[in-house]
């Protein structure tokens, strides 16, 4: 079975600070991994995905993500935050043979200005 | 031009009352998903269709009963509500041949009184 660790429900950043939020995960097979992010009363938007290939991934708006496999991590980062980077986001793991995925508990961003 | 659509948005209703979720897409996709997110936003699957077939069925009260009358629909019918049942469901889709990329409607709120 497959399952997904974020690291702290909650981070907060200054604007301008650099962004990381850590995502574990746990598969028996090689996954695929998403990040996506949901602002207050919206859907989930994707950011980025790693299937396969290049292990550094980048996304829209800035961020990025790094596959590491002897790790089970798959990071998220953004080098300077925005105000608008408040939001809500979240890790997720799909095995290539079950079509959903299974997701992180979420992690809630906040920008300090 | 929406990719994928839900109605309502906004769901209030009495305990024991029947309800039902519309959701469609317009990105051409063959795999159609519920997922419920809860107070704590927490994201799980409940049920997923490819080409109107059921091939996801979590665990779910019987209460709860998808319908696909084709590719690009896929609705939630929930009988005799219950108050545990308030939470917000989202839709997505996602093409079967791919890396289950799956792109997410805006969510229904429903919340049972």
């Known amino acids: 079975a497959q399952s997904v660790t974020q690291l702290g429900s909650h981070v907060s950043v200054s604007e301008g600070a650099l962004v990381l939020l850590r995502c574990n995960y746990s598969s028996s097979v090689p996954p695929y991994l998403f990040w996506y992010v949901q602002y207050p009363n919206q859907g989930l938007q994707l950011l980025l995905k790693y299937t396969t290939g290049a292990t550094l991934v980048k996304g829209i708006n800035g961020f990025e993500a790094e596959f590491k496999k002897s790790e089970t991590s798959f990071h998220l980062t953004k080098p300077s935050a925005h105000m608008s980077d408040a939001a809500e986001y979240f890790c997720a793991v799909s095995d290539p043979g079950r079509r959903a995925l299974t997701f992180g508990s979420g992690t809630r961003l906040q920008v300090q200005p | 031009d929406t990719a994928v659509s839900q109605t309502p948005k906004y769901l209030v209703t009495q305990m024991g009352n029947d309800k039902s979720i519309k959701c469609e897409q317009n990105?051409?996709?063959?795999?159609m998903y519920w997922y419920k997110q809860d107070s704590k936003k927490f994201l799980k699957i409940m049920f997923s269709y490819n080409n109107k077939e059921l091939i996801i069925n979590e665990t779910v009260p019987n209460r709860f009963s998808p319908k696909s009358p084709d590719k690009a629909h896929l609705n939630l019918h929930i009988n005799s509500l219950e108050l545990g049942d308030s939470a917000v469901y989202f839709c997505?889709?996602?093409?079967?041949?791919?890396?289950?990329?799956?792109?997410f409607g805006p969510g229904t709120r429903l919340t049972v009184l």
């Open positions: 990105l051409g996709h063959d795999t």
């Open positions: 997505a889709s996602s093409q079967a041949a791919g890396h289950n990329e799956q792109f």
